[in-house]
C-alpha cells in the first residue's frame, strides 16, 4: 500500500492512474480541513492505493495537540472486509511516531461494536472512554497501548 499526499489545495502531491468519485470528494473536504486546522506534513490526508486502484482514505485530524493526534480512515466501497483500514491506521501510526515518538496517537468511533473498532483493537489500541464531540455526539475515544509494539 501507498499512501499519497493530499495537498494543501486539494490535489495530489503525485499522479496516481485513476481515481473514482468518492476520492475526489475526500479530496476536497480535506483541503476544506486544512483551512480550519492549517495544513502541515506529515499530519494531513493521504489517499491509499494497492495495485494501481485507490481503495481509501485516511490522515491524522489535525497536527498533534498537547502532545496527541487523531488519525480517521474510510475504506472505499468494493475494497471493505480485506485489510485496507488496517493497513492504512498501521501507516499513519508509523508516521505519526516517526516524526514524533512520544506522541500519543488516538482515535474516535461511533460508541459501538464496529469495523473501525475491530481494526483499532487489531492494531492494540484500548477503548479509554466516551467523550462528546462537538459534531458527533457521544463518541469512544481510543488510544494505542503500547508504540513499540505498532
Known sequence: MELIAITESGELAEPVPSTIQIAAEVMGATAQLYRAVGYE????GYLAIENGTCVGACGFKSPPQSNRV??????FPGHESRGVATR???KLIRLALDKTPAVTVAAQTLPEENASTSVLKKLRFHLVGTVEHFEDGLVWEWQLS?????
Not at 70 to 75: G, N, S, V, Y
Not at 146 to 150: I, V
Open 70 to 75: 487523531e488519525i480517521a480512515f474510510f475504506t
Open 146 to 150: 503500547d508504540p513499540a509494539e505498532a
Open 88 to 90: 492504512m491506521a498501521s
Open 41 to 44: 506534513p506529515p499530519w494531513i
